[in-house]
Nanobody, 123 residues
Framework: QVQLVESGGGLVQAGGSLRLSCAAS????????MGWFRQAPGKEREFVAV????????NYADSVKGRFTISRDNAKSTLYLQMNSLTPEDTAVYYC????????????????WGQGTQVTVSS
């Protein structure tokens, strides 16, 4: 098992940037694929990005390709999401998740979740 804690959310102007972090407890971080999801009010939780255990492979939702970058530092047991060129449509609670699937894009594939961090993008 792994415990996850997101941080780095906040209020940012459209066009700005923000970097989210997800700190994992324990010594098993490197055994999990890690994903970022987001959920806006009244909407379902949606896939944002995923990275494999080694960090060799990544996958992104079409809506964030070219703007967001997922990365991980296994030595620090930390997952990151660099978000650039933010728009109001990116406003949501962002969650990190740990799973064992290969580049999974559905929430069911992830067994462990953080508490979420709010990202608000103003016009």
């Amino acid at each position: 098992q792994v415990q996850l804690v997101e941080s780095g959310g906040g209020l940012v102007q459209a066009g700005g940037s923000l970097r989210l972090s997800c700190a994992a407890s324990g010594r098993t971080f490197s055994t999990y694929d890690m994903g970022w999801f987001r959920q806006a009010p009244g909407k379902e939780r949606e896939f944002v990005a995923v990275i494999t255990r080694s960090g060799v492979s990544t996958n992104y939702a079409d809506s964030v390709k070219g703007r967001f970058t997922i990365s991980r530092d296994n030595a620090k047991s930390t997952l990151y999401l660099q978000m650039n060129s933010l728009t109001p449509e990116d406003t949501a609670v962002y969650y990190c998740a740990a799973g064992r699937g290969l580049l999974a894009t559905i929430p069911t594939s992830y067994g462990y979740w953080g508490q979420g961090t709010q990202v608000t993008v103003s016009s």
